[in-house]
């Protein structure tokens, strides 16, 4: 998997491939999976039977496009789970069309699923045609069904109705498809990142205790106790609203205050303890959210928190003077923005601020503190790749798009918590 960050979420996490019709839209109803042709187990393998998928309409499909998985027994399927809020996703569909190009003629069918809205998914997908079946999983039942924990994911699936690989989309060629084809077990660095256990419940706030949406809701701050096994913490989309399944303890301070893992000193007892937690502030500001969940926090948990200087290895990010590049310019308010995804080989991301970019390189380029002294304000499109953990690779990445990238040694504020002293 791509483990992934985007505006939206800081955990959250899609995918997309190709095949000679362009469709945009079709909606699709989950039945439970006939016996003779699998049932979600409790971890999908490879030569297992593929738990079934019921398509009822299509927008736009050939003449007796299949309404089942089984309908299409004795070709190959490659299934992507795929969304338009992952831009790793909507990144790779030029990787898909030409994925379908390659392979036209042969026995292989591509089906994309996605849970998006229809008007998400036509605005997303205009200006950049699919070649593919595209398919809904609006209740997202085909992707917990699959077991499918993140994303982007691909699930290739052999004429007998087995599962013949797990694959990140952009790993699939057409050698590696026509080798699984010809009965072979080609490698593929990706192979799959699945749930187990419960789900996180991107919603439970508005089913339990209030409706966040309340109109007569001034203020809440709610920290409960979770047992899932995915981990997400994110803004709302009205500011002054956070909302998080799954999460540690020492992620919601981070979050509370504003540190990363490179400035957070936690000195509390550790703990495998995971939490809900939700946050409506009065005025509806980010700052106050913070303010508020900083203050459920340290008296739920009885501890002091100070930030004190550091000395540490840093990376300083400043920006180039001359033109933008065409790897990194400003978003173009004409086109919908689908926010930011990063992962260990790159970072694709519309509409998004440098602290997304800054906060996305922390972690998956440099592995330390950026400073950022670019100056840049505003929203901006980034599309990088580089090798995985290679500094160089990334360092080469970023002054392709336009930026100095240097090592110094500054005094860093480090957030220091700790438990109260007893009276």
Request: charged share 20%; proline share 7%.
């Amino acid at each position: 998997m791509q483990y992934a960050r985007t505006d939206a979420a800081l955990n959250v996490s899609a995918a997309m491939h190709s095949c000679r019709t362009i469709l945009y839209l079709a909606l699709v109803t989950l039945t439970a999976a006939p016996a003779s042709f699998g049932q979600a187990a409790d971890s999908l393998v490879v030569g297992q039977a593929a738990p079934e998928i019921t398509i009822t309409r299509y927008v736009s499909a050939p003449v007796g496009a299949p309404s089942t998985l089984s309908d299409l027994r004795g070709q190959w399927v490659v299934v992507d789970f795929w969304a338009a809020w992952c831009s790793f996703c909507v990144a790779g569909v030029p990787h898909a069309n030409a994925l379908a190009d390659s392979l036209e003629g042969e026995p292989v069918a591509f089906v994309t699923l996605s849970s998006d809205a229809e008007q998400t998914l036509r605005s997303v997908l205009g200006p950049r045609p699919s070649r593919t079946w595209v398919a809904f999983d609006s209740t997202g039942a085909t992707a917990a069904r699959y077991q499918i924990g993140g994303y982007p994911q691909a699930v290739v699936i052999d004429p007998a109705g087995q599962i013949a690989a797990f694959a990140n989309p952009s790993d699939l060629t057409p050698e590696t498809v026509r080798a699984l084809i010809r009965g072979e077990r080609p490698a593929i660095p990706y192979q799959y990142f699945r749930v187990t256990g419960s789900p996180a419940d991107i919603a439970w706030d508005e089913t339990t205790l209030v409706d966040e949406d309340d109109p007569d809701l001034y203020a809440q701050a709610i920290i409960r106790r979770s047992y899932v096994a995915q981990t997400f913490l994110r803004w709302r989309q009205t500011p002054g609203r956070i909302l998080g399944d799954g999460v540690s303890l020492d992620a919601l301070v981070q979050h509370a205050y504003g540190a990363s893992s490179f400035t957070f000193d936690n000195r509390l007892q550790p703990s495998p303890a995971k939490f809900r937690v939700s946050v409506v502030a009065p005025d509806l500001a980010h700052s106050a959210a913070r303010a508020m969940l900083r203050d459920a926090l340290a008296n739920a948990f009885a501890f002091t928190a100070r930030w004190e200087p550091r000395p540490m290895d840093v990376v300083v990010l400043r920006r180039r003077s001359g033109g933008d590049a065409a790897d990194f310019r400003p978003a173009d308010p004409a086109r919908p923005a689908f926010g930011g995804m990063a992962s260990w080989t790159g970072i694709h991301a519309s509409g998004v601020g440098m602290d997304f970019i800054v906060e996305s390189l922390e972690s998956f380029a440099f592995e330390t503190v950026i400073i950022d002294e670019t100056g840049l304000e505003g929203s901006y499109d980034l599309d990088v790749n580089w090798t995985p953990r290679d500094e160089p690779s990334a360092v080469a990445a970023l002054e392709r798009a336009g930026f100095d990238v240097v090592r110094e040694r500054r005094d860093v504020p480090v957030l220091v918590v700790e438990p109260n002293r007893s009276e």
